[in-house]
């Protein structure tokens, strides 16, 4: 999936030469005079920090980071602070803000816990499914609940209830906007593919992107609305995606030779609808947390912060409950005092951590190191990137004289797309 905001920064531009790839020499008189001292003194320094061993800022990304008027960077090693630069002040924290949610979610469960789904029959011969925010259910899951949940069904079906009533209605998370962009999908309790569907449209045609995943009514209505070639479309509303998923369900239902009728319900499971099936994902948590630091899916990172909520709701899961938990996860497991958690993802420009508090989470997240993302082409750096329109933040892990030593690199400014690359690359060195 994508990164937190999916919207790269550009570049910085470069400092222009002019032709010839020198000075104008043509320029003359007091102006041109006055700049000759500053460029010997530029060129002094230069040599002057040659002569000591020390590079250039412009060539030295740790110090260019260092420079930064709204950046932080911290890095530790064997305990104690090796570079230290402003790292105590809050910053947005953008998508670095899932390797918390990673963690809260590995300490409350444990690698190899599963999330559950429920499959009921009611009297009139309704399938229902509640769903408890399992962030998932894949077209390939789904194949893997067809077998056993078709051979407890008789051999047609009335109609598809859909209770996600385990989210408040009013769920939203902060800081998503109502874009077509898979980023911004929203979170429901129940869902398939994330809430997100692919499609290919040549014409009038449309056909799924994907040989897992039926084309369904909806479907087909998503892709004649958008432009020709491949779409990614996310289900804006929780009533579309929940009618994505009954449709997507009862075409696989087809398939296993279930006959299925069109009419759906949205509403909690009926009192007297009876428990069939109990359906336990393939995936445990660690792999589910592994993929999600990965490509920065924040849609199972705002599953995994509401379903977090659920010891301390009463009743339903709230968004605000799942403020408060990750809260006192935190102060709790840390101690902090200066900070705020506004969503589970990053998406939230609210959110607030500083430097430090990101190194004191990869402390705590060391035992769980090998989920974290490699760097392409350096497997010496581990580390989870943050993206925002002016935010460019990068936290985890570089390797120093056989160890790991953890850093987080937080920028509230623009700045070169792959800077953070860089900087982590000058740490491992």
């Known amino acids: 999936m994508i990164e937190t905001s999916m919207l790269p920064q550009r570049p910085a531009r470069p400092l222009q030469r002019p032709p010839g790839g020198r000075t104008n020499r043509s320029?003359?008189?007091?102006?041109?005079?006055?700049?000759?001292?500053?460029?010997?003194?530029?060129?002094?320094?230069?040599?002057l920090a040659a002569s000591l061993g020390m590079a250039p800022v412009a060539a030295n990304p740790v110090a260019q980071a260092?420079?930064?008027?709204?950046?932080?960077?911290?890095?530790?090693?064997?305990?104690?602070?090796?570079?230290?630069?402003?790292?105590?002040?809050?910053?947005?924290?953008?998508?670095?803000?899932?390797?918390?949610?990673?963690?809260a979610a590995l300490e409350t469960w444990g690698r190899s816990h599963r999330f559950e789904t429920d499959f009921f029959l009611d009297d009139a011969?309704?399938?229902?499914?509640?769903?408890?925010?399992?962030?998932?259910?894949v077209s390939e899951e789904l194949d893997r609940v067809i077998t056993p949940l078709a051979a407890k069904l008789p051999g047609r079906v009335k109609g598809i209830g859909l209770d996600d009533s385990f989210f408040s209605s009013d769920v939203e998370i902060a800081g998503?906007?109502?874009?077509?962009?898979?980023?911004?999908?929203?979170?429901?309790?129940?869902?398939?593919?994330?809430?997100?569907?692919?499609?290919?449209?040549?014409?009038d045609k449309v056909h799924s992107a994907e040989p897992q995943t039926p084309l369904t009514a909806s479907a087909r209505r998503f892709g004649l609305a958008g432009a020709a070639g491949k779409q990614r479309v996310n289900?804006?509303?929780?009533?579309?995606?929940?009618r994505y998923f009954g449709e997507l369900l009862a075409a696989k239902l087809e398939g296993a030779g279930v006959q299925v009728d069109t009419a759906q319900r949205f509403a909690p499971v009926p009192g007297g609808a009876k428990r069939i099936y109990r359906h336990a994902n393939s995936r445990t948590v660690a792999e589910m947390t592994g993929p999600m630091l990965k490509y920065s899916n924040n849609f199972i990172a705002n599953a995994l912060f509401l379903r977090?909520?659920?010891?301390?709701?009463?009743?339903?899961?709230?968004?605000?409950?799942?403020?408060?938990?990750?809260?006192?996860?935190?102060?709790?497991?840390?101690?902090?005092?200066?900070f705020t958690i506004d969503d589970g993802a990053g998406l939230s420009r609210a959110n607030r951590l500083s430097a430090r508090q990101l190194v004191d989470v990869l402390h705590a997240?060391?035992?769980?190191?090998?989920?974290?993302?490699?760097?392409?082409?350096?497997?010496s750096i581990r580390a989870k990137t943050g993206t925002l329109r002016g935010v460019s933040c990068y936290a985890g892990y570089v390797r120093r004289g056989g160890g790991w030593?953890?850093?987080?690199?937080?920028?509230?400014?623009?700045?070169?797309?792959?800077?953070r690359l860089r900087v982590a690359s000058g740490l491992v060195r």
């Open 235 to 242: 289900l804006r509303e929780r009533e579309i995606a929940l």
């Open 66 to 103: 260092q420079s930064l008027r709204k950046a932080s960077l911290l890095l530790k090693e064997n305990g104690r602070d090796l570079i230290a630069t402003r790292a105590d002040t809050p910053r947005v924290p953008a998508s670095t803000m899932k390797v918390l949610t990673a963690l």
């Open 365 to 379: 997240f060391a035992p769980y190191r090998d989920l974290m993302p490699e760097q392409d082409g350096n497997p």
């Open 405 to 419: 030593a953890p850093f987080a690199l937080l920028i509230n400014e623009p700045v070169d797309y792959n800077l």
């Open 308 to 338: 977090l909520a659920e010891p301390q709701a009463r009743g339903q899961v709230s968004m605000a409950g799942a403020k408060r938990t990750m809260t006192a996860f935190a102060r709790k497991r840390f101690g902090w005092n200066d």
């Open 176 to 203: 998503r906007s109502s874009s077509d962009n898979p980023y911004d999908a929203p979170v429901t309790a129940l869902a398939a593919n994330f809430n997100t569907v692919s499609l290919v449209r040549t014409g």
């Open 27 to 47: 320029k003359r008189g007091p102006e041109a005079r006055r700049q000759r001292p500053a460029a010997g003194l530029i060129t002094t320094l230069l040599l």
């Open 125 to 137: 011969g309704w399938l229902w499914i509640k769903g408890y925010a399992d962030p998932y259910l």
